[in-house]
């Protein structure tokens, strides 16, 4: 997919011109892959592209509080009206409060307390902001002033960000979601903190913040998201399907549908060819609007492991967070080995074939009918085209985790318990699995996966099936406990 080109005001440094230019693909306001240029195209030096990088993301992650702000004054907005069914019972609020007082030994009534200056800190910083993005380009000199609001406000955000971390930590150990506490005066505190949450731990694929220092949180981003001299890294997906797909839809829009327009206006086509027309551009844009989506999401999220993978060769982790890495690798892992056993991709197959079924049919009756009734055949068969090209898109869409737990299965979002399967059977020559559970064991879900990923799935299946007394059926030959 290509790079959605978004560049800055260029920086003038040593008589030259650069600016920065990349994508903004991770939960971060900052570019996420990127490169820094002269203006003649070549790449900035190390020293160059981490100024310009550095002063970029601080006026990035500035409009990212901003708005922040503006949310969070919205949402306390929306919290008093009279109709809001969310309310936490004010004593339960309270006595929120004096629980995590009494473990953490700090009042979060200081949070609230500390908004005001917190507030005056932000909008010198709006303002100084407001000022170098009206310049045509920048020198270093520039962000003086910019430089001076930016530290004076994270000096006093560093310790308020800290205490969030460890606010919103405490309420989901105590299984306390953000709409439930509407009316307590904290709702806004929760939101606060998950929204830097994202910033700092979902931005670079960490389940919690290993970096609190926005400085270093910065040239972290750097450091992940420069790309590497002639593109070197392999590309995160495929976009060749993709592409098949953009090209047909601009072939439907602007070559067939309006010259289909003008034949019907002629008299050459009838108004069911038209609408057969109309019907087939339809599908086809659905289908390409829904794998537009899924393959951004699919780059995110490859990008995110990507990141995850190379977080600690960073130079940022092994100078400064070495220690802090380590212990939350060994978490990690400590984790990942008492909760997911295996996982591997997959997709339900009975969409796909209802699809392409019910279209062939009806693509048949349109062809019977066709002497009678010309406007019905040609509606039948434009519907029934428009069912087997979402059928063939659902081949492409329905790709999902599959998550072998221990006492359960992660079916994408359906979760099955072991005691609630009755029996697996994968098939030897194909690459399908089907789970019958106690609910409909007659109908059992049917999941295709990859022929790459069979032997390995067979093998973490049957030793589910045997750790949770289930029977597994492996092309005929039948294990029972």
């Known amino acids: 997919m290509n790079m959605r080109h978004r560049p800055s005001i260029s920086l003038m440094v040593k008589g030259k011109m650069y600016v ?20 003649t195209g070549k790449r900035a030096d190390h020293q160059t592209a981490e100024t310009m990088y550095t002063y970029v993301s601080m006026l990035q992650s500035t409009i990212y509080l901003e708005k922040l702000k503006d949310r969070l004054v919205k949402s306390a907005t929306n919290e008093r009206k009279s109709d809001n069914t969310h309310w936490m019972d004010g004593d339960s609020g309270e006595m929120t409060r004096l629980k995590f007082q009494s473990e953490y030994g700090v009042d979060i009534n200081e949070l609230q307390r500390d908004q005001e200056r917190i507030a005056a800190l932000l909008e010198d910083l709006s303002i100084q902001k407001e000022y170098l993005t009206k310049l045509d380009h920048w020198y270093v000199a520039d962000f003086q002033a910019f430089q001076h609001a930016w530290d004076a406000f994270w000096q006093v955000y560093q310790q308020r960000m800290s205490l969030l971390f460890t606010f919103r930590e405490f309420l989901l150990g105590k299984n306390i979601v953000e709409r439930t506490m509407t009316g307590t005066g904290l709702r806004q505190l929760y939101e606060e903190a998950n929204a830097l949450h994202q910033l700092f731990a979902e931005s670079i694929a960490v389940n919690k913040p290993l970096i609190t220092d926005i400085d270093d949180w910065i040239t972290c981003q750097f450091q992940l998201g420069r790309m590497e001299p002639n593109n070197q ?5 495929s976009d060749r399907w993709y592409r098949f797909v953009q090209s047909v839809f601009r072939l439907l829009w602007w070559g067939i549908f309006p010259v289909a327009l003008i034949l019907t206006a002629t008299g050459v086509f009838s108004r069911g060819q038209l609408i057969w027309t109309g019907v087939l551009l339809l599908v086809w844009f659905l289908g390409y609007r829904i794998h537009q989506s899924k393959l951004k999401k699919m780059i995110r999220e490859r990008r995110l492991a990507r990141s995850k993978d190379q977080l600690g060769s960073q ?18 892992e400590e984790r990942l080995q008492t909760e997911k056993i295996y996982q591997f991709r997959a997709k339900l197959t009975a969409l796909q074939n209802i699809a392409v079924g019910a279209g062939l049919l009806l693509f048949l009756f349109g062809i019977l009918v066709r002497l009678t009734n010309v406007e019905a055949a040609m509606w039948c068969m434009g519907i029934a085209i428009g069912l087997i090209v979402l059928g063939i898109f659902l081949g492409k869409w329905c790709w999902m985790d599959v998550q072998i737990w221990a006492d359960k299965l992660m079916l994408g979002k359906l979760k099955v318990s072991g005691r609630s399967v009755v029996y697996i059977d994968m098939k030897r020559r194909r690459n399908r699995f089907s789970v019958s559970t106690l609910g409909d064991p007659t109908r059992p879900l049917v999941w295709k996966i990859r022929k790459g990923d069979r032997a390995e799935a067979r093998k973490h299946l049957e030793k589910w099936c045997d750790a949770n007394y289930t029977s597994f059926i492996w092309r005929g030959r039948k294990k029972k406990e």
């Open 20 to 39: 920065t230019v990349g994508q903004k693909e991770l939960h971060a306001p900052v570019f996420s892959h990127f490169d820094v240029l002269d203006h």
């Open 233 to 237: 890294h392999a590309p995160l997906v």
């Open 315 to 332: 130079p940022i982790i092994k100078e400064t967070y070495q220690q802090t890495f380590t212990q939350w690798k060994q978490a990690e």
